[in-house]
């Protein structure tokens, strides 16, 4: 593996899957990475990739660097042969050229400005970092994809599901007060495509996610119909892609509580989170016997350890 951006980029995302398992067995490996450095890079807010891609980074026995380069650093300039005499200090080739020489290992998170389609599908930021650091980088959310969290899903449901038919995995569309990127559930329906579940994707008209991500996952508009017999509900609120970063409803009708959970084959709950309390998931549910979210936060660690890992190993 030379980056992690996408499942894409993994060979064999199911023998990810178990050597991240393994790991969680057996966390801590102080020899494995020991003087290694990772740069972990934010240009947005984070709590959970952050703390657990530097404990996993600790876990191997590595260093772990951070910097909020969104608060921090200086105003990064993205285009090419620009003369930069705007409020933009240093350019991304400069920036990410002397990232290369400190580090082994890149994780960058870049979100989407959900203003224009093409750009952030391009993922214009996360290739210059890849482009000009010249080292293994580990996408911590990018404009379309949260791998590492998606890596952590399957950790989850795999734990929870001993039977040996597919269980059913729904992914439903929930109301917020903000445009939020649709990287969660694009990352989530990539990584369930590759997994051995039946999955199913639920969202008001208008919310369709992009072909390249869903293309063939079944769609039904009605969220109880499609909750019907579900192991696995995954709640999240993403805006629109077809037209581009809108809100087109707040329908709290949407809002997972015990209602949906009743038409479910007592389906396990799941959020990335940060989640929004009794607008997203209602507090029954976050704090009853279904919710799964703080295990999946557990296994973010465990998911970024079996990644940096490999990316460590490839940087020798
Ligand atoms: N789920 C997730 O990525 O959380 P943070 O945004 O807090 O890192």
Redesign the pocket.
Known sequence: MKNFTSVKDVKDPGGLVKRALEIKTNPFTPDFARGKRAGLIFLN??????LSSQVAVQNLGAEAIVLDIGKDGWALEFEDGVKMNGNKAEHIKEAAGVMGQYFDVLGVRTFPELKDRNTDYSEQLLNAFIRYSGLPVVS??SATR?PL?SLADWMTIEENWKKSERPKVVITWAPHVKALPQA?PNSFVEWMREAPVDLTITHPEGYELAEEFAGGVPVEYDQMKALEGADFVYVKNWSSYKQYGQILSQDESWSFGNEQLAVTNNAKVMH???VRRGLVIKDEILDGPNAIHLQQ?KN?VYSAQAVFAELFTSSN
């Open positions: 807010p984070s709590l959970r990739t952050r911590l959310e949260h969290q969660v990335c989170l940060p936060a973010r």
